[in-house]
DNA sequence: CGTTTGTTTGTAACCGGTTTCATGATATCG
DNA sequence: CGATATCATGAAACCGGTTACAAACAAACG
């Protein structure tokens, strides 16, 4: 780094004097809302070129009311949905002329209200929550305050459902995907369903919970508490939740996972055991990241359509931030995925049961 | 969203009336670098909490040099590398009191230019380059020519090498883990070892390809050009890869994949050939993101400490944007983890050898 | 040719902070 | 007690854009 001399910014001031204009000439150029004589306007561009000028944004932004920028809070964007998510949210603000600022909250609510206040230092036109404390069901009051007082502000969207709150609201139809599951697994002929991973006290787990709990009821299946196993949405929790569901004298012959997270982790517990999937064991996931592909055998899962997902988050923002009125509510589809993972319940049909009928290609097996 | 009221927004000249002083005393408690009598100090500071105000960063940003954010733009955060690095890099930009914008380039050079342009308009202190076209070893002439003209205003980071540019760089030691790797390899009697995903026109590929390369020749094992499959850096460029090392007479005992995501394509396609892994043949690869505990077998990875790795990008550009004189290159330490996936080379040791031998838990095996 | 309409352009105010400068009030010191 | 240093504060300029307003000018019309 020999010259760490850096230039000196040069402003629509600069311009308008070589160019011999005023400066509210330049500023007609550059936003094109205004008639300016071709000839003074073609020296300008000139110069613009010249000198790479660039307006700055700040300055743009305090004039005008809006800075075209959105905040993202994301509980984890190393979480493989959450990636997808805001990535497609990214997309979609760009295509519209909008830039984003991205924070991880970690699921911790101090973080998350600390980094909503940034974005409205900053002037963002919309936030955007992903995941996180606005998911859970019992609201923090303190949470749920903050926000309301965001919203007096600045229009909030958020995946998760936050109650009593005026936020904007894109998420998932859980409920659904929870159903396109137990179908599969019905069908395929399984009964012992058992349900692994995630907190009864986010609003989605709640609602494919619920979704679980009725399917079964309405085919005359009793629900076992045993075959509940909440936890979180990690890989240690469909591991450690799996461990506990096969120590059962009545294992299950299906499960359904809350993620493909935890869905990896029951994929190793299974193995361990020295079962096989779907062989012994069905395993069924949500959300259809790029783990449920990788992984053997791949999982059967529900997807998203992350495009749109994003593209409806980030339009709902920008519609509310330009004043427009967007739906307050938008839910996003489901689609099942059928992969390896799932397969008829042992014993059913006209399969050779157990570990010993005939694999499908990248079948796993125990040692 | 029946009341779309929003509030007006409150600035210091509000305060500054409503608490009978000036506006600059208000500015003068904000900033704290200024004495403000006590009395006058704390009436300013209820107002300010009475109103929840904030002060506008725009307005901020404008009258100082410094937005204190810094511009991130990244190949594709869906990546775990990126998300890691990038989580890594915000927690500590956050720490140091700044926010980041992120963009993903998806690897297209407009998209780079582009981005890099709005980060420059929005005034951010500096900007980051992680991956992408910056690691390109024949690095595209206009693209570096952009970069130098950005440097010229901004600090810039990257992770990649651009050379002639007055970038800083802070990079994985990528040729100290592929050393690692082969000697863990060597160490296990493999001489048979194949290199699988990464196009060597980039610096980091290349860098392992020439470790790699001249470790074996170190060894005197003749380098066979059928055991270097390049390709991309994604499962399905390690899957396809590895079914054509598979389809050798005489394969290798032994396979770096160029990263994690790879690997598990190689994982796959070993699999799917019926053969075991470590048992037939050992999979190692770079990178150490979750993949490499979820797959099955967990992967013998290199490790990069992305706390640390976040830390010095971050705390590089912070420094250079405060007009610190950050170190121009700083190399991470890489760290070997051996897991499951890699194993004596099959007709080595005492071990019975090939499918035949114990194998380990969660050691996987063909249908 | 006077009037009307429409195009071009510059001046100046404004967005919401920070900071220099000048001034007045206090405190410190020989 | 007067001189000097320190504290406290407001007025005003500045950061770099946008835009309302007014004025200058040209073209079109009757």
Chains 1, 2 share one sequence.
Do not use: W
């Not at 609510?109 to 404390?133: H, P, S, V």
């Not at 009593?164 to 369903?193: K, W």
Request: one cysteine or more; charged letters at 25%.
């Amino acid at each position: 780094m020999d010259e760490l001399q850096r230039d000196r910014t040069i402003t629509i001031y600069d311009i308008a004097e070589e160019a011999g204009v005023s400066p509210a000439t330049v500023s007609r150029v550059l936003t094109g809302n205004a008639h300016v004589r071709r000839e003074k306007r073609e020296r300008v561009q000139e110069l613009i070129a010249k000198y790479n000028f660039v307006p700055n944004a700040l300055a743009k932004g305090l004039s005008n009311t809006t800075t075209k920028s959105l905040g993202i809070v994301a509980a984890d964007i190393r979480n493989p949905f959450y990636a997808a998510v805001f990535m497609a949210c990214e997309q979609a603000a760009e295509r519209l002329g909008y830039t984003v600022g991205l924070f991880n909250s970690l699921g911790k609510i101090e973080n998350e209200e600390e980094q909503i206040e940034r974005f409205r230092q900053q002037k963002a036109d919309a936030i955007i929550l992903l995941g996180g404390r606005v998911d859970d069901l019992v609201t923090h009051t303190a949470f749920a305050e903050h926000v309301r007082e965001i919203c007096r502000s600045t229009p909030v969207v958020v995946t998760g459902k936050l109650d009593r709150t005026p936020c904007y609201n894109v998420r998932i139809d859980a409920s659904n995907a929870m159903r396109q599951l137990m179908e599969h697994l019905f069908e395929l002929g399984h009964e012992r369903i058992a349900l692994v991973g995630g907190r009864l006290d986010v609003t989605s787990t709640y609602e494919k919970y619920q979704t679980y709990s009725s399917m079964l009821h309405a085919r005359g299946i009793r629900e076992s508490g045993d075959y509940v196993v909440n936890g979180g949405y990690d890989y240690q929790s469909g591991y450690e939740g799996m461990n506990r569901l096969l120590k059962l004298k009545a294992r299950p012959t299906a499960v359904v996972a809350i993620n493909d997270f935890a869905a990896t982790g029951i994929l190793r517990s299974v193995v361990e055991h020295g079962l096989s999937i779907p062989g012994d064991i069905s395993v069924v996931s949500f959300d259809n990241t790029y783990l449920s592909e990788l992984s053997i055998p791949k999982l059967t899962t529900t997807d998203y359509d992350y495009d749109y997902f994003g593209r409806m988050i980030a339009e709902t923002a920008i519609a509310a931030a330009e004043g427009r009125d967007p739906a307050p509510e938008t839910r996003i589809e489901t689609t099942l995925i059928v992969r390896e993972s799932s397969g008829p319940a042992p014993g059913t049909g006209g399969h050779p049961s157990g570990t010993a009928r005939k694999q499908k290609r990248g079948a796993i097996t125990g040692a």
